[in-house]
């Protein structure tokens, strides 16, 4: 038994989003797992993914209109419980891919935008980035130095994005600059000139993922280029909302995957003359993840739920983000124990999936600040600076 079939959670899943859930398990069982951990070891992953993602309906799958499937958020974060469950550098393209870039341009683009780039996103036939992040400027992107200036009617931009995932292979990069009037985002299509991408390697974490940097040398761009409704560094950051959601769900998918593998393991690994499932510490292990597992699921269909009423919080989402992604992490290592010295190879899964939480603990906000935006909700008082 698994730990949401203990908790009888699938009675809790609207059929229709159950038949979303089980489309894209099957596709990743067939074209992803069986080679991810070599992915995972090459540092790469393969291009045409994309397109098969476009098929499968899950880029920007929560978005309507513009070929978007207008999928329930639940069935959103189920797709991501599953991305992840295989690993997550590809539950990071489609969260990029739909959430962000996507996303900003469904938002807080024109009519004219949105028709040039949303069809082609969601079918995968183009990819798109979304660059907050710069080499000095993380937690804090307030303190941006990507300018961006009028000159005449166009938009010259200068700066650096730092840590960008798909940035090497987009077509199309959401670029967030400091204007004279705040923040305003803008739409860089590739080949503009000016604008380069260089991959990040020597990662120890997330290596089933592109990451890169961007570079802005007096990148020249019409104002049609800009996204017109994003007046301030709320645009971001409301996207942001949009990929934690998704996180919440996929570290329980991380978690869930680790407590699989580790469960049937412990069945067969014989030691002492019994198989080390048969050991009380081990059940306790195993007890310990499946409370983690089912308590982080339920948090997860909690949040889907008031999603899909209009009323969740950012904050919500902090809490979300902040409690999965930490169990995630411990129960991923947990996992990885069980497995002894087998455990450090890439056959099994949970050190990958440890490993790939240490980026899922950074990005879209590090647990400091998740932890702080919960500690200002909880007392009224920011502490971030
Ligand atoms: P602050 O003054 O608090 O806020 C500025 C304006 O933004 C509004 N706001 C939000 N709006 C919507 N959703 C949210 N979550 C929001 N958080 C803040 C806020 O109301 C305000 O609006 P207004 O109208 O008053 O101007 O800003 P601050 O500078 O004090 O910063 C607050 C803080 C620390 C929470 C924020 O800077 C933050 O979230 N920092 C973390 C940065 C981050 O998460 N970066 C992620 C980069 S993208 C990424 O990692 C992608 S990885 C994806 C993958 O591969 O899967
Ligand atoms: P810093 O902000 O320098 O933080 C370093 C440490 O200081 C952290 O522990 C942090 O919590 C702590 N800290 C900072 N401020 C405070 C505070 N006020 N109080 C307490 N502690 C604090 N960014 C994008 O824009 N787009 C992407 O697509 C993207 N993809 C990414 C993919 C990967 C694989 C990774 C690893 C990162 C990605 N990022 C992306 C960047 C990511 O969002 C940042 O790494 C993250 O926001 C943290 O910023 P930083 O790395 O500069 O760390």
Known sequence: MDPLTLLDIPSLLRAEDRDIQSTVERYLADRVRPHVAEWFEAGALPREIAGELGRLGVLGMHLTGYGCAGASATAYGLACLELEAVDSGIRSFVSVQGSLSMFSIWKYGSEEQKREWLPRLASGEAIGCFGLT??????????????????GGDWVLNGTKMWITNGGWADVATVWANTDDGVRGFLVPRGTPGFSTRDIKGKLSMRASVTSELVLEDVRLPESARLPLATSLGAPLSCLNEARFGIVFGAVGAALDSFRVARDYAGTRVQFDKPIAAFQLTQRKLASMSLAVGNGMLLALHLAGLKERGVLRP??????????????????????????????????????????????LTYEGTSEIHALALGHALTGIPAYR
Not at 134 to 151: H, I, K, L, Y
Not at 318 to 326: I, P, R, T
Not at 331 to 347: D, P, Y
């Open 134 to 151: 710069e080499p000095d400027f993380g937690s804090n992107p307030s303190g941006m130095r990507t300018r961006a200036v009028r000159q």
């Open 315 to 360: 904050e919500q989402i902090s809490a979300g983000k902040l409690n999965n992604v930490e169990s995630a992490i411990a129960v991923a290592r947990e996992a990885r124990t069980i497995f002894g010295a087998n455990g450090i190879s890439l056959e099994y899964s949970p050190l990958r999936h440890a490993n790939n939480l240490e980026s899922v």
